[in-house]
């Protein structure tokens, strides 16, 4: 797995820099705040953590483009009977969106979202007791992306989307039993282009 995240990060920073120079490319930074949860069988709350990262958008048309990201995103979820409980879990996010600019200035975007675990602990806070879990989550996980994006003519835009995980994150029985966990995700962010 370690192998697959290298590649990935070598792809996605040899295609930023090939395009980098193309009239119709554009990259930037974005970051923002992760409303998380587990959707399942399962008893859990919203978790707010945040993501970051960069992103890389190509413009096909005036109207079309596509757009992939490669971000750092916490996630995971509270205990909904007990809030000292927390399950958190960091990915390697790569999502790859079809984007249409209603507006010049107003887009939507969807698309796949590839996501590769890079840390996974259960967190008793009452006891100040952390548990590394990583054998009980799947390594890949796949989401659908949807959302909405605005931005400035200076380059600094918005964003809001909602990741609706498609596979079943859960690897063991221990804390999930026989129920799925899929991963929940609400996004806000702030972004800024570099080249436009």
């Keep these: 797995m370690k192998t697959m995240k290298q ?3 070598a792809v996605a920073l040899i295609l930023i820099s090939f395009n980098a120079q193309a009239q119709d490319f554009n990259y930037g930074v974005k970051a923002g705040l992760n409303l ?3 959707r399942g069988d399962l008893d859990t709350d919203l978790r707010a953590f945040f993501h970051g990262g960069v992103y890389g958008n190509y413009m096909f048309s005036d109207q079309w483009g596509v757009q992939a990201e490669l971000l750092y995103s916490g996630q995971g979820a509270k205990d909904e009977n007990d809030s000292d409980i927390k399950y958190k879990l960091s990915y390697l996010n790569l999502p790859i969106l079809a984007k249409y600019y209603v507006t010049e200035a107003f887009s ?3 698309g796949p979202q590839l996501g590769f675990l890079l840390d996974s602990e ?4 009452g006891d100040g007791l952390e548990i590394d879990v ?5 390594d890949f996980d796949l989401s659908v992306a949807a959302g909405l994006g605005y931005e400035l003519e200076m380059g600094l835009n918005f964003g809001v989307r909602y990741n609706f995980g498609v596979t079943d994150i859960a690897d063991s029985d221990v804390f999930f ?3 799925a966990a899929r991963n929940s995700v609400i996004q806000v962010s702030v972004g ?3 080249i436009r």
């Design 192 to 194: 800024y282009t570099f």
């Design 177 to 179: 039993g026989d129920d």
């Design 134 to 138: 990583d054998e009980i989550y799947k």
């Design 36 to 38: 998380s949860d587990l």
């Design 108 to 110: 939507i975007e969807l």
């Design 7 to 9: 590649m990935l990060v």
């Design 122 to 125: 259960t967190d008793v806070s």
